[in-house]
């Protein structure tokens, strides 16, 4: 082989070898870009090298290959104004010296030195291309290009809202429509900046997220308030603008169990789902994740991870709550707690486990009571529901209460001490934490009451005390009474294909009292095919028809004990009815309703 073919080989090895040892650093420098903190303060960023800007053709075959450059930079995500600093690598195949000159499209390149510059943020948002070129002796030109993002201006803001009806809400009587209110004075914490802000009178926080040249994308979120505690990830850039905005509301929550919806750029790809992290407190106090817990819930079920103690739960959406439980060994459960549910946020439940042998020396209380101060439009027989934090001894929780209702609009008054209480209220428990209250007679309508605790004493199945709560008052106003009204019936008029088992439903605007069925009620059931017909008439009733009542009594269901007949046309009329809603009002324009309907096969 002679020395020409020898030195040509050895320059193709040389470009070659270049060519791959660069191409490995742009690959590094493209992973990079995924990382939650762009830009570490180590970390250098490549780009693949640019195109030749001289016409080669008239090249010797020795002197053909052009300079090879490439630009690295310390981060390539960046807040306005912020310095990045810049080093270019570049050779030439042939082994001759090459001169490397830098421009930038924004910014401003502050200082040069060779291989090296510094180059600044311009003041906005922007996507910034940093060159560099490399020119060799003979004049041959090689360009590369880094393109730097630059944030400017940008804000992470947070609002924080709290459901009316919690005993943690600061409730006025201001906006009584409104069933959440602001939470003012709520600590929120965001770890990438290690930087803590506290929410106004309307619920706001916000972040500066470009206050370092190092920008984060992602970071955990800390929400403090009372005894709830939320943790979560938020989104802090955004593509759309320069702010990024999350909301969140709290929900009344159980021991040790804090639970919010959220909303907002963070959690568009998580509607609909549930997030739950779980901790325990080590020995100096200190929260720490805590890996497989089992959780179980009717969305669905899972077990927390090992590195951060968190499962995300995907649900079809399906009502407004569900029923959340925890349990690992060597730990207390968590069993059965109502969390909210929503299509349009993230169900967030930050719970806190316990190990069996610690004893716990909290008072117990009280999480909510609906309906909340100073609502507006109660229905006359709608119930108090009081939700406490923990399972209650549920014989204990009325032994010694005193409570004060007071009609503001005539001043009468009402004293329910002890078991008095049951002489008002039917009582009705779930889950030995959520007790309803049904009123007997109901209220008046357009009415406003009041109510004073001067005294509560009750348990709870572990035996600890319900705190304190002499002096709660609070106000709420009865809405308007009139007569029911049916909202729906099925099967609609002109259906086909009806089950041949029914049922038969009917939809009431309010409650009914069941046994107003039976008053004064005929129903004309008439086979048309056959022109037979017969008439069923109160008492009856329940010897024709299986009598469901569900939803607080808004919803009756009348299942047939006889099978109706295939491919059949039938009309139902209700000739006369004495329906009455619970608080007493009668029915009207139910009389001679009717509808038409055929069922289907065998």
């Known amino acids: 082989m002679t020395g020409k073919n020898i030195s040509i080989w050895l320059i193709l090895l040389i470009s070659l070898t270049s060519c791959f040892v660069f191409t490995g650093c742009s690959d590094v420098g493209a ?60 050779i030439d195949p042939a082994g001759a010296p090459v001169t490397l000159t830098w421009d930038a499209n924004e910014g401003i390149l502050t200082s040069v030195d ?53 005993l943690n809400a600061s409730v ?14 709520a600590r929120v914490y965001l770890k990438a900046f290690n930087s803590t802000s506290i929410t106004d009178k309307s619920g706001n926080a916000e972040f500066d997220v470009t206050q370092a040249e190092t920008i984060a994308t992602y970071s955990e979120i ?52 549930i997030e739950v992290s779980t901790t325990e407190k080590n020995t100096i106090g200190v929260l720490e994740p805590l890996s497989d817990v089992s959780v179980h819930c009717s969305a669905g079920q899972g077990v927390s991870s090992q590195e951060t103690g968190e499962i995300l739960i995907s649900s079809s959406y399906s009502g407004t709550q569900t029923n959340i439980s925890l349990s690992k060994i060597g730990y207390s459960d968590i069993s059965n707690k109502s969390v909210p549910l929503s299509q349009n946020s993230l169900t967030i439940v930050s719970a806190q486990m316990t190990r069996n042998s610690n004893i716990l020396d909290t008072e117990a209380a009280i999480s909510f009571i609906r309906p909340y101060s100073y609502k507006t439009n109660v229905a006359v027989m709608d119930p108090f529901v009081i939700g406490f934090n923990q399972e209650m001894e549920t014989s204990s929780v009325f032994n010694s209460i005193n409570v004060m209702v007071q009609n503001k609009n005539t001043g009468e008054l009402f004293q329910m001490t002890g078991e008095k209480i049951k002489e008002f209220f039917d009582i009705k428990w779930e889950d030995n934490t959520l007790v309803y209250l049904y009123p007997k007679t109901g209220y008046k309508a357009s009415t406003r009451y009041s109510l004073l605790l001067n005294n509560w004493t009750a348990r709870t199945i572990d035996g600890r005390y319900l705190k304190n709560y002499v002096g709660m008052y609070y106000e709420f106003e009865t809405d308007e009474d009139p007569a029911p009204k049916v909202l729906a019936f099925e099967p609609v008029n002109g259906a086909k294909d009806v089950s041949r088992n029914g049922p038969f439903t009917i939809y009431f605007d309010r409650s009914i009292t069941p046994e107003s069925l039976y008053e004064n009620t005929e129903i004309e059931v008439v086979d048309i095919d056959s022109n037979l017909s017969m008439t069923i008439k109160g008492s009856s009733i329940k010897s024709i028809f299986s009598v469901v009542w569900r939803d607080n009594n808004t919803v009756l269901q009348l299942v047939p004990y006889r099978t109706l007949s295939p491919r059949n046309s039938y009309q139902i009329r209700i000739k006369k009815c004495s329906f009455k809603s619970a608080s007493g009002q009668a029915i009207s324009g139910l009389e001679n309703f009717w509808t038409e309907f055929t069922t289907g096969g065998m």
């Open 31 to 90: 992973n990079k870009r995924t990382n939650p903190v762009a830009g570490e303060t180590d970390a250098e960023t490549t780009v693949s090298t640019g195109t030749s800007s001289t016409d080669t053709t008239t090249r010797t075959t020795e002197s053909s290959f052009l300079p090879v450059v490439n630009i690295y930079a310390s981060q390539n995500v960046v807040g306005a104004n912020s310095e990045v600093n810049l080093r270019a690598e570049a």
């Open 114 to 166: 060779g291989s090296s510059a510094v180059w600044q943020a311009p003041s906005q948002s922007s996507k910034s291309i940093v060159s560099c070129t490399a020119t060799d002796v003979r004049g041959g030109k090689t360009t590369a290009n880094l393109e730097i993002e630059v944030i400017g201006n940008s804000k992470y803001n947070v609002n924080i809202l709290v459901d009316r009806c919690s």
């Open 172 to 185: 006025s009587s201001e906006n009584p429509e409104n069933a959440f209110v602001p939470v003012a004075g």
């Open 222 to 273: 800390t929400v403090t308030y009372k005894d709830w505690d939320i943790h979560y990830y938020a989104k802090l850039t955004s593509i759309t603008g320069n702010e990024v905005k999350d909301y969140l509301v709290f929900s009344p929550g159980y021991q040790n169990m804090s639970v919010a919806l959220a909303n907002g750029d963070s959690f568009d790809l998580k509607k609909g789902m």
